[in-house]
């Protein structure tokens, strides 16, 4: 118990801290609009006697009843009041019981809402919007039944004109009876279970993956928004904003105009003809259209195009700036009454591919400029439901720190929130959207541990038109975000052939003909390897050879590997008995762990940490993961990288991050911790970027920009393990844009190394001030392949200071003093000196440091604005003495 209270104090605090931590301004609901987020109670359907109208009726008493968590799921709310254990420590997971075994109604609940709202009056009206609900439901409002026939579909927004309904003195009633997905699949072990959870049209991890344990009420609930909206007559549903950016832009300097295309849907619900003006406005300027509404009717009114002079475009991260635009809609009655508005942010670029005969792959260009994709899969940000603003844009912001430029939504969840898209929009991840379905549930293999044969499973899910309704809607949701980019059928197999073909030939050319649609993720519309076909991986811990000189897909969908925490972030979900390191047989292959790690998916480091010195326990273990780690994803980048427009045109690292506490690819925890993967990415992704490959020694320069580089300077150097300094090589090198360039080859310096006890490659590349610009640290094996140096390294002679610079924001300087040994490999940490734990999140310019002799270092630290005043940074580096630990001085 006292572990379980432990986790949920931290689960508190980073939730706590989270709700403080954005600086950027999010477009707040408009006045006529709020959320239903507070004050929910909930029972479950066997304890209740009444029906719907006597629940929304004004004589029920719900105070008695359970608080309930809205927008979440039935898991969440009993997680928040103690009648389960977290399912994200240890094997609590295993004491909840699963609604295969228990049947749907230990999952059915009632959740009820009392709110303040006045009738309206002169014609205005009063919406309840439904954002999400997981499955089916019935909906009660004052005694009055809402929903006509079950309300069904997880991924289908609903809204209901209650203005016939709201009570007279304003005090109503609202209840909600929700219902389990109406298959529950078998959590047998299988991907996604037994397969049939894939039967509706939801999530498919709730039945359990390779990187999950099954959710136990299979994400049961009310789990997005509610809200209540008030308009005059004419209400706007969904709106259409295309942006036209045609030739080849720079993302600096005057730029020829571009094209704004607009509709949108609007909807006069009374009994009368109305008119008024339909009008959008964009930087300083307004675009309007007369409309004439029939009574009950909906259409969509289509603006004329405008022309947007020397716009300011929006780039992908590292490519240029994301610049947004305001755009304010409106609906305007007699000139003067508002009936209803939305305000947009809209980023004006254009999304082209095409097909590059030499790779064999697809092509991404935004604003006419071929950019190469380096991204991320995601999964969701929490298993649980738990979505926030906030928590998306700390998640989305690693994607970014990692220099990435792209996340790929897996298809085995959901199509991303809104909240998500804003993120990518404010960061400049472009987004590969699959839609719902799996090869593994879906039918693409033979899987003994599916209920139904290949050919019923290809068919899935049941409701086909559940399916095609559910992805109209979501597409309208989301189709204004620039980050959007890529539509995708499904992972790893296409939707059934009814489903594919509605999607092609009439959904998305009605709906958002913009984008690309790829029919599956790893299609051969999209790559094509060497030898013919496509695929993905490989997958699991690799030697860094395979990186640099093995091709593989030349745009890789799903390549990745392992993503262990350090200690401090596996202490937060093992309990203190089970942190116990696993132990690689190299005879048998074999891995020897605790339950617990193998509970929540461990995935192996092979041989790879014995490299670094047999892990003596939990600690070490962790400690050497992150060598491991970081070097992993460093090569991953940086192979790829130096083959690109060669052999690949963009590879999507699977993956970047884990909605539950597993200890496979993520670059951070689930607790939001980073560990060394990101800082990995971070190096080996950078824009400009020098490289070494560790087979051949190459030394090679990447530049992912649109400008050229000149006049820099390329100093190549070697440090022995005594500390000994030797320079290779000082050399002026320059690189055209968006391109790779071989320099040379120091594989006789690095043989050199390999015969002691291996050493280090520093390579720096410096501008014409002398300032680095670029610069990578190799910590080189011996001949044996083993890091022999690395074990008994000689101290190194780091002195570290901080400087405060404003609430939220410090700096640390790192130097290392000039004849003392590199400092290498040095964790920063922020903490909390009352609790002594990490303040999560908190986000460093680079972490995992190594200080060349005589150097300096500085690295931004960013965190929440109202933490405590207590704080301190904390350096944990390989070579010192001691962690050392500086208070911060405000």
Not at 270 to 294: C, D, F, P, Q
Not at 822 to 839: E, H, M
Request: charged share 20%; net charge positive; aromatic share 12%.
């Amino acid at each position: 118990m006292p572990q379980l209270l432990r986790i949920n104090k931290l689960n508190f605090r980073i939730v706590f801290t989270l709700t403080v931590l954005l600086t950027v301004r999010f477009t707040a609901h408009a006045q006529n609009s709020y959320e239903l987020n507070t004050g929910w109670k909930c029972a479950a359907i066997k304890d209740v006697k009444q029906d719907g109208y006597q629940l929304s009726g004004a004589s029920f008493n719900s105070n008695s009843w359970m608080p309930a968590t809205v927008p979440g799921t039935v898991l969440t709310t009993l997680l928040n009041n103690k009648k389960i254990p977290d399912p994200f420590y240890g094997m609590n997971n295993e004491l909840i019981p699963d609604i295969y075994k228990t049947g749907a109604e230990y999952y059915t609940y009632w959740f009820v809402k009392e709110f303040n709202e006045l009738p309206a009056t002169a014609g205005n009206q009063v919406y309840l919007n439904l954002r999400g609900v997981n499955y089916s439901c019935d909906i009660y409002l004052n005694g009055h039944k809402l929903n006509k026939t079950l309300q069904k579909g997880m991924f289908l927004r609903f809204s209901y004109n209650i203005t016939p309904f709201v009570a007279k003195n304003g005090h109503n009633k609202l209840a909600i009876l929700v219902y389990p997905p109406d298959v529950l699949g078998n959590a047998n072990g299988g991907q996604g279970g037994d397969g049939t959870i894939a039967r509706n049209v939801g999530l498919q991890y709730t039945a359990g993956w390779d990187w999950i344990q099954p959710v136990r009420d299979r994400n049961t609930g009310i789990w997005d928004k509610v809200t209540i909206k008030k308009t005059s007559p004419v209400r706007i549903t969904d709106t259409h904003v295309i942006t036209k950016v045609p030739g080849v832009r720079r993302f600096d300097g005057f730029q020829q105009p571009a094209t704004i295309k607009f509709e949108a849907e609007v909807n006069n619900p009374t009994a009368k003809i109305v008119r008024g003006v339909l009008n959008y406005e964009i930087a300083g300027a307004a675009v309007s259209k007369n409309v004439t509404l029939k009574p009950n009717a909906t259409v969509t009114v289509t603006l004329n195009d405008y022309i947007l002079k020397n716009p300011k475009l929006w780039w992908p991260n590292g490519y240029g700036p994301q610049n947004l635009y305001d755009v304010k809609v409106k609906f305007v009655i007699n000139g003067k009454t508002v009936s209803d508005q939305q305000s947009l942010k809209v980023g004006v670029r254009e999304i082209q591919s095409e097909w590059n005969e030499h790779t064999g792959s697809r092509q991404i260009a935004v604003n006419g400029q071929k950019i190469f994709i380096k991204g991320g899969n995601w999964i969701i940000s929490d298993a649980m439901l738990r979505l926030s603003d906030l928590r998306y844009d700390a998640e989305v912001r690693f994607h970014h720190d990692m220099n990435l430029n792209l996340i790929r939504v897996w298809g085995g969840a959901m199509i991303e929130r809104p909240e998500f898209y804003d993120a990518c929009d404010r960061y400049g991840l472009l987004v590969f959207q699959d839609l719902w379905g799996s090869g593994d549930c879906n039918g693409r293999w033979i899987d003994p541990m599916k209920l139904d044969d290949q050919w019923t499973r290809r068919q899935y899910p049941n409701n086909h038109r559940l399916f095609l309704r559910s992805a109209e809607d979501q597409i309208k949701m989301i189709r204004n975000h620039a980050s959007l980019a890529i539509w995708c059928g499904g992972n790893e197999i296409t939707p059934p052939e009814d489903i594919l073909v509605a999607l092609k030939d009439t959904i998305l050319p009605k709906l958002d003909n913009t984008r690309w649609f790829v029919d599956y993720s790893n299609s051969e519309e999209m790559s094509r390897n060497v030898w013919g076909g496509n695929g993905d991986g490989p997958y699991g811990i690799q030697p860094l050879s395979v990186f640099w000189e093995h091709q593989t897909y030349p745009f890789n969908s799903e390549i990745g590997s392992v993503g262990v925490g350090d200690y401090e972030s596996l202490k937060r979900f093992i309990p203190a008995q089970n942190q116990i390191a696993p132990v690689y047989d190299e005879q048998t292959h074999k891995t020897k762990m605790d339950s617990v790690w193998a509970y929540h998916k461990y995935i192996g480091y092979d041989t790879s940490i014995n490299k670094y010195g047999k892990a003596k326990n939990a600690e070490d273990f962790a400690r050497k993961a992150q060598l491991v780690n970081y070097d992993q994803y460093r090569g991953l980048a940086e192979g790829f990288t130096a083959h690109m427009w060669d052999w690949y045109t963009g590879f999507i690292i699977w993956k970047t991050q884990n909605p539950w506490t597993a200890m496979r690819g993520q670059m951070y925890d689930y607790y939001l911790d980073p560990n060394a993967c990101l800082y990995g990415l971070h190096n080996g992704s950078e824009p400009l970027h020098v490289m070494c490959n560790p087979v051949t020694g190459m030394v090679t320069l990447a530049n992912n920009t649109f400008k050229p580089k000149r006049s820099m300077m390329l100093v190549v150097k070697t440090f022995d393990m005594d500390g000994k300094e030797k320079l290779l090589t000082q050399v002026f090198v320059d690189i055209v844009p968006s391109s790779t360039k071989k320099i040379l080859s120091v594989k006789k310096a690095m043989d050199e190394m390999a015969a002691k006890e291996g050493g280090f490659l520093s390579l720096q590349l410096l501008n014409t001030d002398k300032s680095v610009i670029s610069e990578n640290l190799y910590w080189l094996p011996d001949s044996k392949g083993e890091f022999s140096g690395l074990q008994n390294m000689k101290a190194d002679g780091l002195v570290s200071t901080t400087r405060f610079i404003k609430p939220g924001k410090i700096e640390v300087i790192l130097n290392n003093k000039q004849q003392k040994m590199l400092s290498f490999f040095n964790r920063i940490s922020l903490i909390d000196q009352d609790t002594k734990q990490r303040i999560l999140p908190a986000f460093y310019t680079d972490n995992y440091i190594s200080v060349l002799p005589g150097a300096e270092k500085k690295i931004i630290v960013e965190y929440p604005v109202t933490t405590g005043k207590n704080l301190t940074i904390e350096i944990d580096g390989w070579n010192s003495a001691a962690k050392t630990t500086i208070k911060i001085q405000n």
